[in-house]
């Protein structure tokens, strides 16, 4: 296990070491979109085999092989990166081929240790399965050899004279192996003896690839099908290992992975640009449980544009933590592909809408800053309303229109404005968690005592503002225990 580790570790740095050396402003969007979410797949794969590794010696096989999944697929996401990277180059048109012919290799891997933990999963036995692993394993050798023959004639795909890669009519035999294993996993869940849930949860895990990739890669052109089947690994870590805790975890010891994953998934170093003058910016958060909803984020579209996004999940523990990590990859996605606020949180309602078993839901405020000129362009989904530092020199709630929640009602339209910062200019963000910390004789901290709090420390650098509003707040509640999460973004604009 603890070299499947480190090969996931090599697979992570060779992709951001090749996207340096092809640079990713030369991809087109559906690329630089795809490969994001690839190497967010690839992170969380990562941080999930962080956790498991400390008692890795005490489990089982049922694990291990997870963990084997874990190293396939981010084995999958590396060679899919790579194969983007390098497409169209004409001088690398070898090395296209062999990527593509190791990327179908890679998927044959997937499907056959994915066929071996759903033995575990649904406790399949008996003759007929040894059978049927025998028939799939000698399937399984042939598959893996077939794409190497494209090395002298185009089986599943062809590489052009400029070097672009095209799949051909009989690339269909490829999928024969993929979809005669689902048939008979699908097949095994009507025969199986484990519980309806874990049933249902199985399908449904088989079917997220699918309803993603026809969701979104047929309609964007992007490559989201390795991406979402790290998602549904990460479901079945979430759910399926909660009802096998003897061949996992103590509750809380699933807690601790869940918040690791939680905060290796927001930005926590600072400063967080020490290259850029442009901008100052700090960010925090306390949940009020071991995981939370709320989410933050800030990132550079381009060199130009700064994003900024502050969100509210409708729910809390593990199950926010996991639709917050969804939500927020979505939301940097599409703010690399999407030229305003409101086009992004359209897209990504959409996206949600188009899958969201759960029916949770997410506010979100979403601003793009425009580094050169000092225009704030922004939309709020249902969020709290920003407070900023005026021309008067005083923190004012900005009173913007709020729109409806994102995941609710696909097809919603936001509205946008623009706020023109002058330099010295500071934007303060956040959750409900602020204005509503609670006293134990049930007296609100409230949003006139929060700008009280900002414009007492207003001259002082975005990170110290946090801290004392963090304190004021830590005062004000006392001993009451805190029922909400509690997050919070400062940015101050100081232009060129």
């Known amino acids: 296990m603890i070299v499947l580790f480190v090969l996931m570790c090599v697979y992570f740095v060779f992709s951001i070491v090749a996207i340096e050396l092809r640079g990713f402003e030369n991809l087109n969007s559906a690329f630089a979109f795809s490969i994001g979410g690839e190497l967010c797949a690839m992170a969380i794969a990562i941080m999930m085999t962080v956790s498991i590794l400390p008692t890795y010696k005490r489990q089982s096989g049922y694990i291990r092989i997870f963990v084997t999944l874990l190293a396939v697929g981010c084995f999958c996401l590396f060679l899919d990166t790579i194969q983007m990277l390098i497409d169209g180059r004409e001088h690398l048109a070898i090395f296209n081929k062999?990527?593509?012919?190791?990327?179908?290799?890679?998927?044959?891997?997937?499907?056959?240790?994915?066929?071996?933990?759903?033995?575990?999963?649904?406790?399949?036995?008996?003759?007929?399965?040894?059978?049927?692993?025998?028939?799939?394993?000698?399937?399984?050798?042939?598959?893996?050899?077939?794409?190497?023959?494209?090395?002298?004639?185009p089986l599943y795909f062809q590489i052009g004279e400029d070097g672009s890669y095209s799949r051909v009519t009989t690339f269909w035999i490829h999928r024969s192996y993929i979809a005669a294993v689902a048939l008979v996993v699908f097949a095994s869940l009507f025969v199986s003896k484990v519980s309806k849930r874990n049933r249902i949860i199985i399908f449904i895990f088989m079917a997220i690839p699918l309803i993603t990739l026809g969701a979104g890669g047929f309609r964007y052109g992007v490559s989201i099908l390795y991406s979402s089947m790290m998602v549904s690994l990460v479901l079945i870590y979430a759910f399926l290992f909660s009802d096998n805790e003897k061949h996992l975890y103590s509750t809380n010891k699933e807690l601790g992975i869940a918040t690791n994953i939680q905060k290796h998934m927001l930005p926590t170093i600072f400063p967080a640009f020490p290259e850029r003058k442009e901008f100052d910016i700090y960010a925090s958060m306390t949940p009020a449980k071991e995981v939370g909803g709320d989410f933050y984020d800030f990132f550079l579209i381009d060199d130009t544009h700064l994003g900024l996004v502050m969100a509210d999940v409708s729910d809390k523990g593990v199950p926010a933590a996991l639709f917050m990590m969804a939500s927020k990859i979505m939301v940097q996605n599409y703010s690399m592909i999407c030229k305003s606020p409101s086009e992004i949180l359209e897209a990504v309602n959409n996206q949600i809408c188009s899958n969201n078993q759960e029916d949770m839901f997410v506010t979100v405020w979403l601003g793009i800053l425009d580094l050169e000129t000092g225009i704030l362009r922004a939309s709020n989904a249902g969020h709290e309303k920003p407070v900023i530092l005026n021309k008067n020199g005083e923190f004012e709630v900005y009173k913007d229109e709020g729109g409806f929640v994102v995941g609710w009602y696909k097809g919603t339209k936001y509205k946008e404005y623009e706020i023109k910062l002058e330099k010295g200019s500071k934007v303060f963000l956040y959750t409900d968690g602020v204005p509503e910390a609670t006293t134990i004789d049930k007296v609100q901290f409230g949003r006139p005592r929060m700008v009280e709090t900002l414009n007492k420390f207003?001259?002082?650098?975005?990170?110290?503002?946090?801290?004392?509003?963090?304190?004021?707040?830590?005062?004000?509640?006392?001993?009451?225990?805190?029922f909400d999460d509690i997050t919070m973004l400062c940015v101050e604009y100081k232009g060129e």
């Open 458 to 482: 207003k001259d002082l650098s975005p990170e110290e503002i946090i801290k004392h509003m963090k304190e004021d707040i830590d005062t004000f509640v006392g001993n009451s225990v805190q």
């Open 98 to 153: 062999i990527t593509a012919i190791l990327v179908f290799d890679a998927e044959i891997l997937f499907i056959f240790f994915f066929w071996l933990y759903i033995q575990y999963a649904l406790d399949l036995g008996g003759k007929a399965y040894q059978i049927i692993n025998i028939v799939v394993g000698i399937l399984f050798i042939v598959f893996l050899l077939l794409p190497w023959v494209n090395m002298f004639y």
